[in-house]
């Protein structure tokens, strides 16, 4: 069974779906800029779950949810080792900087203020999970389309499920946040999905995870 059947029997709740030309465009693309940028996400999705870690709703964490951050601040460090062993390995570097106009897309979606602490959490966490099933379809786009590039083939085939867990584990969390009912929860994030659908579509084309289509 091919990733993306795979994909189809698993919630895939995207607005917009990659067309498999994006993954040839980036397959016959420089790889090593593709390395880099997807080197950088897995270093800011570690950073972000670390960052998340500490910030639990008041009075006291809902169970598990250090833990939970804890793990998928491990697996994105994992991740990362493997990006960059495989970006040297081809001659690339990391590079010092890096840009993701998509993800700061999504975090000014972000309610702010102080009587919005709770929903700003939920906003938070919803950025957290739209960037993981993204991340988690481009991956198994990239993995039907990588032929030619075995070890990049086996990559984003290895990373796939990793993505979907997490876009579960931060979804779920939304729905653990006192305060704020089921009910909003949803509309939330079916407001979430939509904009996320808009905003992918204002990307530019570049190597990179979360460029346009
Ligand atoms: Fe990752
Ligand atoms: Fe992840």
């Known amino acids: 069974m091919s990733l993306i ?15 498999m030309s994006w993954g040839e465009r980036m397959m016959a693309g420089d790889k090593l800029a593709l390395l880099n940028d997807h080197a950088h996400l897995e270093k800011k999705a570690g950073l ?19 833990q939970l ?34 993800a700061k897309g ?15 959490l939920v906003d938070r966490l919803m950025v957290s999970s739209l960037i993981e099933l993204r991340s988690c379809e481009r991956f198994a786009v990239l993995g039907e389309c990588a032929d030619d590039d075995k070890e990049l ?3 984003y085939q290895g990373l796939w499920a990793s993505e979907h867990g997490h ?3 931060f979804l779920n969390m939304c729905y653990q946040v ?36």
């Open 5 to 19: 059947s795979k994909m189809k029997d698993v919630e895939m709740p995207l607005r917009c779906e990659t067309p």
């Open 167 to 169: 876009y579960k584990t």
């Open 69 to 102: 951050m804890c793990g998928v601040a491990k697996d994105e460090v994992e991740h990362l080792a493997i990006v960059c062993r495989i970006l040297h390995k081809r001659g690339g570097a990391l590079s010092k900087s890096h840009r993701n106009p998509y």
């Open 106 to 120: 999504l975090r000014d979606l972000i309610r702010k203020g102080v009587a919005s602490s709770q929903t700003g």
């Open 178 to 213: 006192p305060g704020v009912s089921k009910r909003e929860v949803d509309e939330r994030w079916n407001w979430f999905l939509d904009e996320e659908a808009e905003l992918l579509g204002r990307q530019g084309q570049y190597m990179g995870m979360h460029s346009g289509i």
């Open 153 to 155: 083939g086996k990559l």
């Open 48 to 66: 972000n779950a670390l960052e998340m870690l500490n910030r639990w709703p008041e009075p006291v964490p809902p169970e598990a949810w250090v």
